[in-house]
């Protein structure tokens, strides 16, 4: 144990004696310490001051930080699992491969901080992705904070301040934002599937490209917005409560691989008519469901099995339906322009590519007279699949224009 650790050991001791009340008690202060890989579960540091401290390395995990002054400090790649940040400042403090996971940050300051190094007499700045999955971070102040490219999976956020935070690519899918306040907040190809953005105020926010699909966006404020090529609902269609309680289960199943909520599942059903557009029903089951007429446009519908169900005259333009099980079908007169069918390759419980696919099944399917135009097939199972009077317009399975009649 080198003199700097054996001092701060010291001097936890001390601030235990000052929380408790005990005699000889002093609350913990110390500023711009090198203080590199402790490992202090269930640390207890609560009110003191260590700002500009270098924890890089440390474990954590469970450890009580709640109202300290951590200003500047570098918590880069330490296991800050199950910790508690309430109301501490950390203004300028790096979590840069930070684990964060189920942490407490309510009412915390979090606002930008940049890591400079200097390395041969030349300063270097580093960035990298934060991850804050299933963090705290009810009432925090992140207004004008960086997390471009950060984790905030199945966050708890409600009322926090995000205005004008930059959140480009952020994962937010399944986090609770509602109350929050996103004002101008740059959020161009973020995820938020699933995510609660009741009553957020989104006004003036850049959410282009961003993915909006099981988002209930009837009590959110999206005065001047962009959602250009944002996936979203139609703010005029309606979902029956019923299934929008499946839709909700369905996200939570999504967004944790399965360990929460539940599988959508309206086999042998009928939804006939009924628009689900842009909604993220992958792996969904559809099996023997009447489904004529249904709207299902832009959704993601990979993996998804419709055995034996009916969709004719369904509207699924621009949906993606990789890996899709659609044996025995039927789609007659169905609009499917541009729709991807074909081979969606397997992800392991991490997330991480197997190198095995998984091929679409369109055996038996009845296509007749259904609008193909542009649709990808390749790698789909097409055993008996009936297309006449298809329309195969630009698909991979429409013929070239000027190939030679046979011999």
């Known amino acids: ?125 580093k960035n990298k992705q934060a991850n804050l999955t299933h963090v705290n971070l009810d009432g925090a102040n992140l207004s004008g904070a960086d997390l471009s490219h950060a984790s905030l999976l199945l966050a708890s956020a409600k009322d926090t301040n995000f205005s004008g935070a930059t959140l480009f690519s952020v994962n937010l899918a399944g986090a609770d934002l509602s109350g929050a306040n996103l004002t101008g907040a740059k959020l161009r190809e973020a995820v938020l599937v699933g995510a609660n953005l009741t009553k957020v105020r989104l006004a003036g926010a850049d959410l282009s490209g961003a993915n909006l699909r099981n988002v209930d966006l009837s009590n959110t404020d999206l005065t001047g917005a962009n959602l250009t090529n944002a996936a979203m609902r139609s703010s005029t269609a309606t979902v029956p409560a019923w299934l929008r309680i499946k839709l909700d289960l369905h996200s939570l199943w999504i967004n944790t691989n399965g360990a929460k909520g539940q599988r959508f599942d309206i086999s042998g059903k009928t939804l006939a008519g009924l628009d689900l557009g842009s909604f993220d029903l992958r792996a969904g089951l559809f099996r023997a469901a009447d489904l004529h007429d249904i709207v299902l446009a832009d959704c993601d519908l990979t993996m998804a099995d419709f055995t034996d169900s009916d969709l004719s005259g369904a509207t699924l333009d621009g949906s993606n339906m990789a890996g899709a099980v659609l044996l025995r079908s039927k789609l007659n007169r169905a609009k499917l322009r541009g729709v991807r069918f074909g081979a969606l390759e397997l992800l392991d419980g991490q997330g991480r590519q197997t190198g095995r696919m998984w091929n679409a099944n369109l055996s038996e399917a009845n296509f007749s007279g259904a609008d193909l135009r542009g649709c990808m097939f390749s790698g789909s199972k097409l055993d008996g699949a009936n297309m006449a009077g298809a329309n195969l317009g630009g698909s991979d399975l429409a013929e070239p224009k000027d190939a030679l009649p046979p011999a």
């Not at 930070?98 to 901080?113: C, H, I, N, S």
């Open 1 to 125: 144990m080198d003199s700097n650790t054996r001092a701060f050991m010291q001097a936890l001791n001390a601030h235990q004696r000052f929380l408790t009340g005990q005699p000889n008690g002093k609350r913990l202060m110390v500023r711009q310490a090198e203080l590199p890989r402790l490992a202090l579960s269930n640390l207890d540091v609560r009110d003191a001051i260590m700002s500009s401290c270098n924890f890089g390395g440390s474990a954590f995990r469970g450890s009580r930080f709640d109202g300290c002054d951590l200003f500047a400090s570098d918590f880069n790649n330490t296991d800050l699992s199950g910790a508690s940040f309430r109301k501490s400042d950390l203004r300028a403090a790096n979590f840069m491969d930070a684990r964060l996971v189920d942490a407490d940050l309510t009412d915390a300051d979090l606002r930008p901080g940049q890591m400079v190094t200097w390395k041969d007499g030349e300063r270097q700045a």
